[in-house]
């Protein structure tokens, strides 16, 4: 559980500075990494390959998380400069 946690924040934090193709490198390391560890563990071949699935899913899950947290302040920033023009032109008298 602590490494799919990990996955996640580490996901997270790629999804917020760095591109998308990111995730190739870091999940071929995650890869080896759960293999080393299955053969530490002396783990089958299919506890293997959910280990490989559940972490690479939540690195996943975590790069979009962290994407989407880099795209909301920009959001927030439009709508208000929205809010703040409808009002204006609301309040602006009217010139002929």
Excluded at 41 to 69: E, K, N, P
Aim: hydrophobic letters at 55%.
């Amino acid at each position: 559980m602590i490494f799919v946690i990990g996955s996640v924040l580490l996901g997270a934090i790629l999804g917020r500075f760095f591109k998308v193709l990111i995730l190739v490198p870091v999940s071929a390391l995650l890869v080896a990494l759960v293999i080393g560890w299955s053969f530490y563990d002396q783990c089958g071949l299919l506890s293997a390959l959910g280990r490989m699935a559940i972490l690479v899913t939540a690195l996943q899950i975590g790069y979009a998380s962290g994407m989407f947290t880099y795209l909301i302040p920009p959001l927030l920033q439009r709508m208000h400069l929205v809010r703040s023009h409808r009002g204006s032109r609301a309040s602006a008298p009217v010139h002929h």
